[in-house]
C-alpha cells in the first residue's frame, strides 16, 4: 500500500486514493474514448486534413453531442490531438501526407479496420494525390479498393465520401483545377458504388470553401475552414447514424 494511505482509517484512505488516481490520469493527458458497447462506430479516414491537428473533428463531435447524437465513438488507430482543449473523442484515422492511392497500394486499410472495427466511415482522401499530379482515375480506382475493403470487413459499413476542399498550394498552380475535376467525377463514381446494405453518400466539402481565407497555405484549414467542414459533415453523419444515407 502507498505509504501515503497507512494509518488512515478506510473512509480515508478510499477518498484519498480517489483523488491521487485523478492527479494520475489527469497527467496524463486525454485518453482514448470508452463507449457503451451499443455505440456507432465512427471513422474519420485521411490525411493531414482530418489529422493533424483536424480541428474539424472535435467541432463534429460537439455538434453530434448538441444534436443528441452521445452514443458515438470516433474510432482510429491514431491518438488525440489538442484543439485548443476542446473536450472531443480524438481517436482518428488521419494520416500526414498519405495519399488514397498510396493507402489502396500498400494494403493499409484492412489492418486499420480490423483494429477499429467501424460502422461508418467519413473519408475526406484525394488531396496529396492531386498534389502529386496522380491522374483522377487512379484515385478513383483506389477510392474503389477501399469501399470494397470497408465492405469486406462489414458488409453493412455506411461511407460517407468528400468532394474534397479546394487546394491553390504555391508549388502546385495545376491543383485547383485538377480538384475540380476530380470533385466533378466523385458523383458519379458514388452512384456505382452505393448499394442498399451499404450507401455511399457525397459531401460536398468544395463548394463555399475559400483558400484564401479558409486555409494557412492553400490547403490546410484555418478555424473558419475547419468550421465549414465539421458542418458539412453534420447532416449527412447525423442522417447515417440514424440508419439512412
Not at 54 to 70: E, K, M, N, V
Request: charged residues 20%; glycine residues 10%.
Amino acid at each position: 500500500m502507498n505509504r501515503t494511505l497507512v494509518g488512515l482509517g478506510p473512509i480515508r484512505r478510499l477518498a484519498l486514493a480517489a483523488v491521487l488516481t485523478a492527479c494520475l490520469l489527469s497527467a496524463t493527458g486525454p485518453a482514448r474514448s470508452e463507449s457503451s458497447p451499443g455505440a456507432t462506430r465512427v471513422m474519420l479516414l485521411g490525411d493531414s486534413i482530418t489529422g493533424s491537428p483536424g480541428c474539424w473533428r472535435a467541432l463534429l463531435w460537439q455538434r453530434l453531442l448538441d444534436g443528441g447524437y452521445g452514443d458515438v465513438d470516433f474510432v482510429g488507430t491514431l491518438p488525440p490531438r489538442n484543439c485548443g482543449g476542446l473536450p472531443h473523442d480524438g481517436d482518428h484515422e488521419g494520416h500526414s501526407g498519405y495519399r488514397a492511392t498510396g493507402i489502396a497500394d500498400r494494403d493499409q486499410l484492412p489492418d486499420w479496420l480490423a483494429a477499429t472495427d467501424p460502422d461508418v466511415v467519413v473519408m475526406h482522401l484525394g488531396t496529396n494525390d492531386v498534389w502529386r499530379h496522380v491522374p483522377n482515375d487512379e484515385v478513383l480506382d483506389a477510392f474503389t479498393t477501399l469501399v470494397e475493403q470497408m465492405r469486406d470487413h462489414n458488409p453493412q459499413v455506411r461511407v460517407l465520401v468528400a468532394q474534397i476542399i479546394p487546394m491553390a498550394p504555391a508549388n502546385c498552380p495545376g491543383c485547383a483545377r485538377q480538384v475540380a475535376a476530380l470533385n466533378a467525377e466523385i458523383p458519379g463514381w458514388a452512384r456505382s458504388m452505393t448499394t442498399a446494405r451499404s450507401p455511399v453518400t457525397v459531401v460536398d466539402q468544395w463548394t463555399g470553401f475559400d483558400t484564401a481565407t479558409d486555409t494557412r497555405d492553400g490547403v490546410h484549414p484555418t478555424p473558419s475552414g475547419d468550421r465549414k467542414i465539421a458542418d458539412r459533415w453534420y447532416p449527412p453523419l447525423a442522417a447515417a447514424l440514424a440508419g439512412g444515407a
